[in-house]
């Protein structure tokens, strides 16, 4: 007759936060030489050998890498960046209906394949993207975009 052990543990497993300060530690280790091979640091350190590999490849985590569904590049996010900017420079507040509009014509402008259509923001694409740039612009431009109807309806 067999028997069946369980064992419980009363600890979680370790955070994503966890495991990436780990790697990057592993990957200090790596470079001053206190390890031959990735392997060993990655026993050492108790991280998953293929995501230590990337980082000593020059993988960025997933918090520092760019998200695969944006549309604009950096350069073009800057672009409209500069555009808010001189809005505000000229106290016109950016609504949202301007800046898709300018984001669209940004994307049109890139776009270099004759074959397919530009790409374009979908009709709320802009809700995350544009709070952050507000919020880097400042509270008081985000709380006009956030009340872009009542604005409106201020400025008649």
Not at 16 to 25: F, G, L, S, T, V
Not at 58 to 76: D, F, H, M, V
């Amino acid at each position: 007759m067999s028997q069946l052990i369980l064992f419980c543990t009363n600890t979680m497993p370790d955070s994503y936060q966890d495991i990436e300060a780990r790697i990057k530690h592993a990957v200090d280790a790596l470079k001053h030489e206190e390890f031959t091979t990735i392997k060993a640091a990655a026993q050492a350190f108790n991280v998953p050998y293929s995501r230590l590999y990337a980082r000593v490849e020059g993988r960025k985590n997933r918090s520092e890498r760019r998200a695969t569904n944006r549309r604009l590049s950096e350069a073009q996010e800057l672009a409209l960046c500069r555009y808010i900017d001189e809005l505000d420079k000229h106290d016109i507040p950016a609504t949202q209906k301007m800046v898709h509009k300018t984001a669209n014509s940004i994307l049109k402008e890139g776009h270099t394949d004759q074959i397919t259509s530009p790409p374009k923001l979908a009709k709320n694409g802009l809700n995350d993207s544009f709070n952050a740039i507000l919020s880097i612009e400042g509270e008081e431009n985000m709380l006009l975009m956030q009340n872009e109807s009542r604005h409106t309806t201020l400025m008649q």
